[in-house]
């Protein structure tokens, strides 16, 4: 009798072990969840700024936006912006205004010099397997004007792989996103 009241009482306290472990991780499940989709937000926000950055250098040197990572990146390696530094002031006529013309790489300007981000600007942060982010540019018609437009994307169910897709599964084929194709403007979606 002992015997079985013993082994029941063991019993009884696994069971009560595993229940309060299952209660603890139902709840610490979503607070890992929020902590670990936080982070990769911040990654890949981080990223499509910097790619908005490389896109905004590229329009102000060619009057228009890339359409492909390759050139994006070899512009941002190879080329530099134009510096120019007005010592004196315009306004005033007693002076005399000299204008000094420098070069900057862009590769310092944008990615403080660190030749690998910018070779990893079209990675998409957090992805299983190297995806890389969708990259569009055209020129599209708005206001009766044709203007430059661009649009880089990726999945949010590429960012949050691996991640429990039951705490977005509203958002799953949504993307995450800088400029617009349609409405020609560089905000990201995360902008709102």
Known sequence: ????????????????????????????????????KAKRDAAAIER????????LAFKGKYNRYCGNFDSLINMVKTDSFEVIKVIGDPNDSTVVVKKEVSKKAMIDSLFAGNVKAAEQMPIVPFGKNNERFSIQATKITKSNTEIPAFEVSAPLKVIYSGLAGKYYADKYHDNMRVG????????????K
């Open 1 to 36: 009798m002992n015997t079985l009241r013993l082994v029941l009482n063991l019993a009884l306290i696994v069971v009560i072990a595993l229940l309060a472990y299952l209660l603890i991780a139902s709840i610490q499940e979503p607070i890992t969840f929020q902590k670990e």
């Open 180 to 191: 617009s194709i349609t409405d020609g403007t560089t905000t990201g979606s995360w902008d």
């Open 48 to 55: 499509l700024k910097q790619i908005r950055g490389a896109q």
